[in-house]
């Protein structure tokens, strides 16, 4: 009889998908990179899920600052992948949360005389096994990966990030993808991964929406700059970043 391996005290078997799935899983999450203003970090067999000042859970009060990273993020938890020793395409996923922030605080506090050895130890408690918030929270982030690598036909391509080779192949890819798919309209938001895309679909007369990302809030990306003369429909998540385009639409908070 197989026995369930066990990653950590606490964790949940949160679904059974096939290994295709989780290797899209692995994947998507890479491209949606903590340091490239995603949430996600991507690992061999497990992804871990970081909060943003914009997206957390609906209790967590703790300030979320930048660091040592690119963006200001916070870790909370983990999604391990198991293979099924019973069936060879099957990967178990288990979900834990760790929320490192509310112990590290506590800690800080006792060390201040703010709060009881006792309260101390409550805290300590709830950074490990999680709150109720925190697993939805968690769920939801790791349903979405889940539906996406399941439902939607994902194609990866290089992120020019500002490197002449890089930039060229991604022309390449992303000319021989618009030449394939050939689309009626195009949706794009945030990073310059998509601005050679959107460039070959107005010159083959296609409408164009950017959505610009969440993450600029004061300031407008050099991916909007460089397309909001060109695309249709202008998005913008953030008032602020009206006055810095002429046909902006605010949609509020959209991805």
Request: glycine share 4%; hydrophobic share 40%; net charge positive.
């Amino acid at each position: 009889m197989n026995r369930k391996h066990v990653f950590q005290e606490n964790e949940q078997i949160i679904g059974k998908i096939s290994r295709k799935v989780f290797v899209k899983m692995l994947e998507i999450a890479s491209d949606f990179d903590l340091n490239n203003g995603g949430i996600f970090d991507a690992r061999s067999s497990a992804i871990n899920i970081w909060c943003s000042p914009e997206d957390k859970p609906s209790d967590f009060s703790l300030s979320i600052v930048k660091g040592a990273l690119n963006y200001p993020r916070e870790f909370l938890a983990t999604i391990y992948g198991h293979l099924n020793l019973e069936k060879d395409d099957e990967v178990i996923l288990y979900l834990v949360v760790r929320n490192y922030a509310r112990r590290d605080y506590a800690q800080m506090q006792l060390d201040n005389s703010e709060i009881s050895c006792d309260q101390y130890l409550h805290q300590k408690q709830l950074s490990k096994q999680g709150t109720e918030p925190e697993w939805e929270w968690a769920k939801q982030k790791t349903q979405w990966l889940i539906d996406l690598a399941k439902k939607e036909q994902v194609i990866f391509v290089v992120d020019p990030l500002r490197n002449l080779a890089k930039l060229v192949k991604n022309i390449i890819q992303s000319l021989l993808i618009f030449l394939k798919e050939r689309p009626d309209l195009v949706i794009a938001n945030g990073g310059g991964v998509v601005v050679p895309f959107c460039f070959f679909s107005r010159i083959f007369s296609k409408k164009i929406i950017f959505i610009e990302s969440f993450s600029r809030v004061n300031k407008p990306s050099l991916s909007g700059k460089l397309l909001s003369s060109i695309v249709d429909i202008l998005i913008v998540q953030w008032k602020p970043l009206q006055k810095f385009y002429k046909k902006a639409i605010y949609g509020g908070c959209i991805f």
